[in-house]
């Protein structure tokens, strides 16, 4: 039998009629299209499908969508205003992040999660909070160099908001 | 194994009594509870079980908690995640072990949804919070309508995915006691990939007397038998004893021969027998040193 979820993801209030088994992915992926969430391990050991569930890092493929019902969902979709990248989104591009690509929405997103919750990470606090994150190119290095001067970025963006504020 | 195939009927509890209602209705049907999920839907994605009903206690906030008390010890409700257990400044300074353990548990992503609790119900002999349960004397709580019980956790797993819960019954919290004086407790895990399953793990709880003697010792194993195991024989060969090297050997060995692993893609049988008393030796050096020091 289907149930109701409530959900909001990027900001959107969605209402939607789902049958209990759905997975959080499946409704991001196939119900709302924003194909960026990737499922790849499917058996919670990559991090590719990770998404922001009400400000904590989690694996989208691994929860039931009923579970984050009344719940926020941000996706990598979610991060970009209009056609102007977050600051994490633009230095995984300046820092050469990514190689193919595949991991790249979860890593981001768990870069999300983590600056939100410590803007300024050691190299050490970053290895511990990504290491879920499988690069099968195995860039690790310049992601971590990335999340860094992502750490730096929002950091200026920050005081020059301030600034403008004083 | 891109999604769950088998249709299952939701239902959410918001609160103990509730939960406690949901499971005795359905006592005699075949269900899961759902707390975090982080075991039990990948397990159902690859169709090991296909529950008629599925009880979602996720959002149980009254059991949400970690509750320290000086001479009670530590109250940690069923569903607290292992990222708020890891993260307990209260925690860290009482049970540095408990932290120590959870930052190694899967990754930061399946922490922060999944419970400790969830965990131990799986029962999965290969997890990490077992051996340190067993090593810290914790209880599990079982509440059902009739009332509540409590099991030591060694006691606990049955046998591979199988605990002691009856239908009709959860589990609501784990109660460590407080440790006394003059104790360490260590634990490590020894996995292909941080984060993974145990090929075999080992928590080990001394305490020593004022002259340095041991007058308790509690050791803890994970991923060599059918469940997690109380290795009770090498506990005695250090209680009473000034610990020793020889006699952390001695008492690997015994733990050792305790074990009844199985082989598989892993590690073969022998190898994670061998491994869990070379574990015992140096989990138990470090939980000397520490109680020394403590």
């Known amino acids: ?166 | 194994m891109k999604a769950i195939t088998t249709d299952f009927e939701y239902l959410v509890a918001k609160t103990p009594e509730e939960a406690l209602e949901l499971l005795s209705q359905h006592k005699d049907d075949d269900y899961k509870i759902l707390a975090g999920g982080q075991s039990l839907n990948t397990t159902m994605k690859h169709r090991l079980i296909t529950p008629a009903y599925v009880i979602d206690i996720k959002s149980i906030s009254d059991l949400d908690y970690i509750q320290f008390d000086e001479k009670k010890g530590l109250r940690i409700g069923a569903l607290t995640t292992h990222r708020a257990v890891e993260k307990s400044p209260i925690i860290k300074e009482k049970y540095s072990v408990l932290a120590e353990m959870e930052g190694n548990v899967a990754s930061v992503e399946t922490r922060n949804w999944g419970t400790i609790t969830g965990d131990l119900c799986h029962a999965d002999p290969a997890a990490d919070p077992a051996p340190v349960m067993i090593a810290l004397d914790a209880k599990m709580k079982i509440s059902g309508v009739n009332g509540e019980r409590t099991v030591d956790s060694e006691n606990f797993a049955l046998d591979f995915f199988e605990t002691v819960v009856e239908p009709g019954e959860m589990v609501t919290e784990i109660q460590i006691p407080a440790l006394p004086p003059n104790t360490g407790v260590k634990f490590q895990k020894y996995s292909q990939m941080l984060g993974d399953y145990a090929i075999a793990s080992v928590a080990v709880l001394i305490t020593l007397d004022k002259k340095g003697v041991c007058t308790n010792a509690r050791i803890g194993l994970g991923g060599v038998a059918s469940t997690p195991l109380r290795a009770k024989i090498a506990e005695e060969v250090l209680k009473g004893k000034k610990i020793t090297d020889e006699l952390l050997a001695e008492a690997g060995r015994a733990a050792s021969a305790e074990t009844s692993p199985v082989s598989g893609i892993e590690a073969s049988a022998e190898y994670r027998k061998e491994l869990a008393g070379t574990l015992v030796k140096r989990v138990g050096k470090q939980a000397l040193e520490k109680a020394l020091k403590a």
């Open chain 1, 1 to 166: 039998m289907k149930q109701q979820l409530n959900i909001v993801v990027n900001g959107e209030a969605y209402d939607l009629f789902i049958e209990p088994k759905t997975l959080l992915v499946q409704v991001i992926r196939d119900m709302l299209g924003l194909k960026g969430t990737h499922q790849a391990c499917d058996s919670s050991s990559c991090a590719a499908c990770t998404v922001v569930l009400d400000g904590k890092a989690v694996k989208s493929c691994s929860i039931l969508a009923l579970q984050a019902n009344g719940k926020s969902v941000v996706t990598v979709e979610g991060l970009a205003q209009g056609t102007k990248l977050h600051p994490i989104q633009q230095a995984f591009i300046d820092n050469w992040a990514f190689q193919c690509g595949f991991c790249t929405s979860g890593q981001i997103m768990g870069a999300k999660a983590l600056l939100d919750e410590n803007p300024n990470p050691t190299r050490e606090e970053i290895q511990e909070a990504m290491d879920g994150h499988l690069c099968r190119c195995t860039g690790f290095n310049m992601i971590n160099e990335a999340i860094r001067d992502a750490a730096k970025r929002l950091q200026e963006q920050k005081a020059a908001e301030s600034g403008r504020v004083a």
